[in-house]
């Protein structure tokens, strides 16, 4: 490339949210699967089990993860991971050369079924 061309960044409401680079530079992607219940704890919730996987990204990735209940803790097989969590959503914070696949666990401990659990969308973004 013999000339810099300055990115250009631009709102429309339209538009799905993420991010987007004019310069045609790939950005990789990142995709979370939710695979079902790994525990059951009789009656009191149980561990369900998803994996983020990811291709073509380097730097930090943070990782928002949102749910239909509200989520008591966040596991994963990596233990650079950052976690935290917040009612409906957890956020894992990890180098783009974590293990990957990714083994997330979410815990439910306040007597919901984990049978019923589902992610209802992510975001992340790279850094």
């Known amino acids: ?26 950005q990789g992607n990142l995709n979370v699967t939710y695979y079902g219940v790994w525990d059951r704890w009789g009656t009191n919730g149980g561990k369900g089990l998803a994996f983020a996987n990811w291709s073509d990204i380097n730097g930090t990735i943070t990782l928002h993860i949102n749910f239909n209940d509200t989520v008591d803790e966040i596991e994963t097989d990596d233990a650079s991971v950052q976690k935290s969590w917040s009612g409906r959503t957890a956020t894992l914070t990890f180098a783009s050369t974590a293990t990957n696949p990714l083994t997330i666990g979410i815990h439910l401990n306040h007597g919901t079924s984990i049978d019923n659990l589902k992610i209802t969308g992510f975001t992340y973004s790279v850094k």
């Open 1 to 26: 490339m013999k000339k810099y061309i300055k990115p250009v960044i631009t709102v429309d409401a339209g538009m799905a949210e993420g991010v987007y680079a004019a310069s045609g530079a790939a």
